[in-house]
Structures are given as structure tokens and as C-alpha cells.
């Protein structure tokens, strides 16, 4: 029963993170610079990334949390290579979205409260290239995690 609530845990995290992501690179952002000028598109992705962000904080100490139940657990504190890959992208992906949160997002709001739009941008497409990036390591991971690819 605890390996039941540790795995949808896990997998609830992952969802949001990964689903959040997938959401917002391949159909928000590109709907918004299709129909949205830049001084009225950064503000609503900022908004956006302001909320979407506080789940992603939740996600990344459950999945934490989860994992590391799952693993040193309480069963057998082993872990098939798959287990280790997945732990070792994972902590990749927390890296990319710490650099994401505390470098490029502050600036972004910094440049948006200034009113430097095209500073906004800069680092707006820094964001963009970085969850791209983190999208394709989450898919990745997800697809060995459940395949038990290695």
C-alpha cells in the first residue's frame, strides 16, 4: 500500500512537471507570439510561469520525496540502472529549472517592471530554450521509467 501512494506520487509530480511543460512550449507560447505582441505576450507568459513555477516547486519535493521513498525505501533499496538514470536526469532537470528560476526568470521580471521589452525577450527566449531542453530530458525519463528501458 505505501509503494502504491509513493509511485502515484511520483507520477503525479511528473505530470504536472512534464505535462506543464509540454503545455506551455508547444502550445501556449507559440499561440501567444502567433497572436500577441510582445508588450502584452511577456506579461501573460510571465503571469503564466508565476503559477505554473509554484507547482513546479511542489512537483520537484515530490517527486524528491517519492523517489527517494521508492528507492532507499522501504522495500528493497535497490534500484535497476533504469532507476539510477532516471534519478541522475531528474536531478539534471531540477538543476536546469534552479538556473531557469533564480538567472533568466528574474531577469525577465525585472526587465517587464522597467518596461525594457526587448531585454523581456532575451531572456524570455533563454526560458523557452531551456524548458525545451528539460521537456525532451522529462520525456525521456518518463518513457525509461515506465518501459524499464535499461
Known amino acids: 500500500m505505501t509503494q502504491s501512494i509513493a509511485v502515484t506520487l511520483h507520477l503525479l509530480g511528473v505530470i504536472v512537471w512534464v505535462g506543464g511543460m509540454f ?11 502567433q497572436l ?25 519535493v515530490g517527486i524528491l520525496g517519492s523517489g527517494y521513498w521508492i528507492l532507499l525505501g522501504l522495500w528493497d533499496g535497490q ?36 518596461g525594457a521589452i526587448p531585454a523581456a525577450g532575451v ?8 524548458i525545451g531542453i528539460n521537456l525532451v530530458i522529462g520525456l525521456v525519463t518518463s518513457a525509461i521509467g515506465v518501459s524499464r528501458w535499461v
Open 36 to 60: 500577441l505582441e510582445p508588450p502584452v505576450r511577456l506579461p501573460l507568459l510571465k503571469a503564466v510561469l508565476d503559477r505554473f513555477f509554484r507547482w513546479v516547486w511542489i512537483a520537484v
Open 79 to 114: 534500484g535497476g540502472l533504469y532507476v539510477h538514470l532516471m534519478q541522475g536526469l531528474g536531478i539534471v532537470m531540477i538543476t536546469l529549472f534552479c538556473f531557469i528560476y533564480f538567472v533568466p526568470y528574474r531577469r525577465l521580471g525585472q526587465a517587464l517592471q522597467s
Open 23 to 33: 503545455f506551455a512550449h508547444m502550445a501556449l507560447r507559440p499561440a501567444a507570439a
Open 123 to 130: 531572456q524570455m527566449a533563454l526560458i523557452r530554450r531551456i
